[in-house]
């Protein structure tokens, strides 16, 4: 039997890029008089590096083909691989799952006290077994479902895990659009608009007003950022759970309007007229290890304060691990 092929997909850390590529002086400076603002840098630089040599060290054990990738934004080609490997935090993987069909994701978290990593189920700590498992097919895996996002009929991507922002190019700026969903719709403005699935649903959905969905929900969620406060009649489509099979698009009354997907690093430059659609996608991604870890997001499911228009699945209790 041949060796398993498996893609590492590394994050650089802020230490890597600006002091050993860059030699920044002015980073040097702050780091040499321990200035907070990058004083935890040295340390999670170094736990990253140690938690990677111990993802290659077990795969190299488990006698896999493996190759490893710096950065998580290069491109590659993940149809002929067993796993994907992705070290760093919530951030890696989101950017990685981007070039990923069916193949099955493990996160590892390469340094927690300073990586947030909800979608990362191992740790230096754990990867030994975990990896064994995942090679082994007795990992289980959550399917998670992703957003498709089009612009006007043209798809720009099948693959968004947690949430797109619409905005203002500029987003100091006033965004100026139009929301459709079914037979209604509402011109806004705001400071934008995000739209997620039940996995971004936890965080700046969330922290913009949202409801949190179960995590295997087929769902979608829009939350309006921070609505204009002068209109005369308060706006009803602030925040809407758009059901399966359902979708909800956003018409642009901008000369210059951006469409951020999965963070900051993936845009599409929006014009004036388009319509941006978004619906679930017929691509889910198989994050491994997640079934373990599902009571951190199947919490109540409540509509916000004020929200006339949410329809809400049934809340769920939550469980404790």
């Excluded at 990058?38 to 993802?55: F, I, Q």
């Excluded at 493996?66 to 691989?81: E, I, K, N, Q, T």
């Excluded at 905005?167 to 995000?194: D, F, L, N, T």
């Excluded at 956003?250 to 690093?265: K, S, T």
């Amino acid at each position: 039997m041949s060796a398993p092929r498996v893609i590492v997909v590394v994050k650089r850390t802020p230490y890597d890029r600006y002091i050993e590529e860059e030699n920044d002086p002015e980073v040097k400076r702050l780091l040499k008089r321990r200035d907070p603002s990058v004083s935890s840098w040295l340390k999670a630089h170094r736990a990253h590096l140690a938690t990677l040599r111990r993802v290659e060290s077990v795969l190299k054990r488990l006698g896999a083909r493996f190759w490893v990738l710096h950065g998580p934004r290069l491109v590659f080609d993940a149809s002929d691989a067993k796993l994907i490997v992705t070290v760093g935090g919530d951030g890696t993987l989101l950017a990685a799952s981007h070039h990923v069909g069916s193949t099955p994701i493990l996160g590892v978290n390469s340094s927690p006290h300073s990586s947030f990593g909800f979608f990362c189920a191992a740790q230096r700590s754990t990867v030994g077994p975990m990896l064994r498992r995942a090679l082994d097919g007795q990992l289980e895996a959550l399917t998670l479902a992703r957003m498709k996002v089009d612009v006007s009929g043209r798809v720009v991507s099948r693959r968004v895990l947690n949430e797109a922002l619409f905005c203002h190019e500029i987003p100091a700026a006033a965004s100026r659009y139009v929301i459709r969903h079914g037979r209604r719709q509402e011109a806004q403005i705001s400071s934008g608009c995000w739209v997620g699935t039940a996995s971004g649903s936890t965080g700046a959905l969330r922290s913009a007003g949202g409801v949190v969905l179960p995590l295997t929900s087929q769902a979608l969620e829009l939350v309006v950022r921070e609505p204009f406060g002068g209109a005369e009649t308060p706006y009803e489509m602030t925040q809407l759970v758009v059901e399966p099979g359902s979708d909800v698009a956003i018409v642009n009354r901008m000369r210059e309007a951006r469409l951020f997907l999965d963070g900051p690093f993936q845009h599409v430059d929006i014009r004036i007229g388009e319509r941006v659609t978004f619906a679930v996608s017929e691509e889910p991604v198989h994050v491994l290890g997640l079934t373990e870890r599902r009571g951190r997001n199947e919490g109540p499911v409540v509509a916000p304060r004020g929200s006339r228009t949410a329809k809400t699945p049934r809340a769920t209790k939550k469980r404790t691990r």
